[in-house]
Every structure is written in C-alpha cells, then in structure tokens.
C-alpha cells in the first residue's frame, strides 16, 4: 500500500513565524503536491514537484514555497504564516509510468494549521 | 463559471436506497474523470474512475457525458458506511490541470 505521511496532523502558529510542513511517501513516486482544501472552496493546487530540485507553481503559490531535495519528501514552506493561511494543508504524491503521469493521486492524513 | 461545479448537499437517504450525484465541468478538452471519497476529517481517497463507456464497481455506477460536459455517480442500496463526502476530479491535461469539485456531501440514515 502506499502510505503518504505528514509531519503533524495539528499545528498552531502564530502570525510573522516560519512554518516548515514536510511530507513523505515510501512508494518511489516522481510526482508530489500539495493543496489546501478550505470549506466551500475545494482543493486548491499550492505547489507540485515532478522531479527531486523541480517545482511548478499551482493556482494558489502566493505566500508559500516548497523544496524537494530528496525523491520522497516534498517540503511547504510559509515564509511568513499569516491568518488567512489557516487551513488544512494536503500532500499527495501520484506516479509516472512510461513518461504518463498517473491521474491517481494518493493523500497523506492532512495538518490542520491555525494561525493566530 | 467554476471549471467543476458540484451540488454540496447534503443528501440526506434512508439506508438501502439510491442515491445519484452529477458534477459538470467547464472545460471541453478535459480528458480524465474521477470520483474520489472523503470521510470527514480524513483524506480523499480514490473511489473510481469514469469512463467514456461508464463502468461499474459493485453497487457504484459511474458516467461520463460529454456533450453535456458531466459526469455522474450512482450509489445503489445505500449502506450507513456510504456516508462521507465524494469529489469529482477533471484532469484537463498534465498534472497540473487536475482540478477538484467541492464535494458532495451524503449521508446515509438508518
């Protein structure tokens, strides 16, 4: 099975700090996201990686950056958290096979971040 | 227009009933189709794909229509373990195009 894990299920932060959300997928999959799903709203695409040091903004980069140094672990990054980042943040990783990218994307448990 | 649009629900459905969902997408050139599901306070987990030609997995029906740009999920004999929230899911080319509806919210009573 493919197991997609974060690093916390709850965090709380406050405004101005740095906040780090690491995530980590054991099933060798070259493709990793990250969305945030806000009530009414959906998931919303932040940043995607098809390739470790490669990352392509989705339709919501503003405010966060990622960083994949190793094929398994794709990092969030909130330079500066602010409250209208309070959300619960998903990673998924998804695999490609034969140059096709697979449409199944795997979730890890979420983190719920507050920031106050 | 929202590129996937779903009605949120809830729907509310006795046990052992049917129960069906539709999501419309806006784009024409979208390629692939999928409903997920999610338990509250969980992750989406893939629940199937849709098909050009529908397909059926047990007591879930999925369809796909084009030319009125909508897919559609049918639940058959509704089970209290049914109740979670299911999302579409376009692709409209690259991962970078996939894109997720809201969700629609279902909840089985017995």
């Known amino acids: 099975d493919v197991k997609v894990t974060q690093s916390s299920r709850y965090l709380v932060k406050r405004t101005g700090e740095k906040v780090f959300l690491e995530c980590v997928q054991d099933?060798?999959?070259?493709?990793m996201f990250w969305y945030r799903q806000d009530p009414g709203l959906g998931l919303r695409l932040i940043y995607f990686?098809?390739?470790?040091?490669?990352?392509e903004k989705g339709d919501i980069p503003e405010g966060y950056s990622v960083s994949r140094e190793k094929k398994e672990r794709f990092s969030l990054i909130l330079e500066s958290a602010s409250t209208n980042q309070t959300s619960m943040y998903l990673c998924?990783?998804?695999?490609?096979?034969?140059?096709?990218?697979?449409?199944?994307?795997?979730f890890g448990p979420g983190t719920r971040l507050t920031v106050l | 227009r929202k590129e996937v649009e779903q009605d949120p629900g809830p729907f509310n459905v006795p046990e052992g009933a049917t129960v069906a969902f539709n999501c419309t997408y806006s784009?024409?050139?979208?390629?692939?189709f999928f409903w997920y599901r999610q338990d509250c306070r969980k992750e989406p987990k893939l629940l199937m794909s849709v098909y050009s030609s529908g397909n059926e997995d047990g007591r879930f029906t999925a369809q796909l229509n084009r030319a009125s740009q909508y897919i559609s999920l049918l639940i058959r004999d509704s089970k209290l373990s049914d109740s979670a929230t299911y999302l579409c899911?376009?692709?409209?080319?690259?991962?970078?195009?996939?894109?997720f509806g809201t969700g629609t919210k279902l909840q089985v009573i017995p």
């Open positions: 784009n024409s050139a979208s390629q692939s």
């Open positions: 990686s098809y390739d470790v040091k490669m990352k």
């Open positions: 099933m060798d999959h070259e493709n």
């Open positions: 899911v376009v692709n409209s080319g690259g991962y970078q195009k996939v894109t």
């Open positions: 998924a990783s998804s695999l490609t096979t034969q140059g096709t990218v697979s449409d199944t994307q795997y």
